[in-house]
């Protein structure tokens, strides 16, 4: 492999940790990213796209921003440029990626939305629904709920360390890259599952949340297949195959009328 073409791999592989905000997914995954070019002094150059014409100025401005900050990283970039093509705000995105501005200054008075706000947002409905698999998970696998809700952090970790059992240490790991979302300073002694302000979950009333949970993952789901079909269709690369997943049903539990999750 020649020193640019592993250079190119190094930005890939950044790029793959870049979020689609809203749908929790990466922008590679997502196949958003359409090309990247390196040059012999450390230039990269990155296009990306997206699903429609009109798709939210807001998110693509995190997801440009967040390719930048991703490839600056690497010790070796001297220069980034992140471009997106066929977009009604192009210009302006594109004008915000080149010379460094924030979102309000690349849109002035257009601009009404705080993108740190709208980044926490998405960020608890993407703990919501990573922590919903998991809880999913162990229960399907055969754990009580009242087992479940007194673990703590390093007994969970120990859980997902046991052989033979690589979906479940996949699911562990996703949930803690964002457990530190809800609550504050994580370590090994706080409990393993806590609700958006950082409370420990209730067995009594586990069934009623896991259920409100479980629609911020169907909205996510159904919004994650809309936007590959029209990714597909505007672009004319056939229909990708989407994979199907049914949807959970948890059983009433023990007084489960009272729901412990606050939406963000």
């Known amino acids: 492999m020649s020193a640019a073409s592993a250079r190119a791999a190094q930005v ?20 958003f990213v359409t090309s990247v070019e390196v040059d012999a002094d450390g230039g990269v150059t990155v296009a990306f796209r997206l699903p429609t014409y009109w798709c939210a100025a807001n998110f693509a401005y995190l997801m440009a921003a967040d390719m930048r900050a991703a490839i600056a990283g690497l010790p070796w970039v001297t220069r980034i440029g992140v471009t997106l093509g066929e977009h009604m705000y192009a210009n302006e995105i594109n004008r915000g990626m080149a010379e460094n501005l924030s979102f309000r200054q690349a849109f002035g008075d ?5 993108l740190d706000a709208v980044r926490q947002t998405f960020l608890v409905k993407a703990f919501q629904r990573r922590q919903e698999a998991l809880l999913a998970h162990l229960l399907a696998s055969g754990h009580e709920a009242d087992a479940l809700v007194r673990l703590t952090i390093g007994e969970l970790a120990s859980l997902a360390s046991l052989a033979g059992e690589p979906e479940r240490a996949r699911l562990v790991a996703r949930y803690m890259e964002r457990r530190h979302v809800c609550g504050s300073a994580v370590d090994e002694m706080q409990p393993a599952f806590v609700d958006t302000r950082g409370v420990a979950l209730d067995p009594a009333t586990l069934g009623a949340y896991l259920r409100e949970s479980r629609r911020v993952g169907v909205n996510a789901e159904f919004n994650s297949a809309l936007c590959r079909g029209l990714l597909a269709a505007r672009y004319d690369e056939g229909a990708h195959a989407l994979e199907e997943k049914p949807v959970r049903f948890y059983p009433r539990m023990r007084d489960a009328s009272t729901v412990q999750c606050k939406q963000a």
């Open 12 to 31: 890939w592989e950044r790029l793959a940790s870049v979020i689609d905000p809203e749908l929790d997914e990466s922008v590679t995954e997502l196949n």
């Open 110 to 114: 257009a601009a009404n939305d705080d």
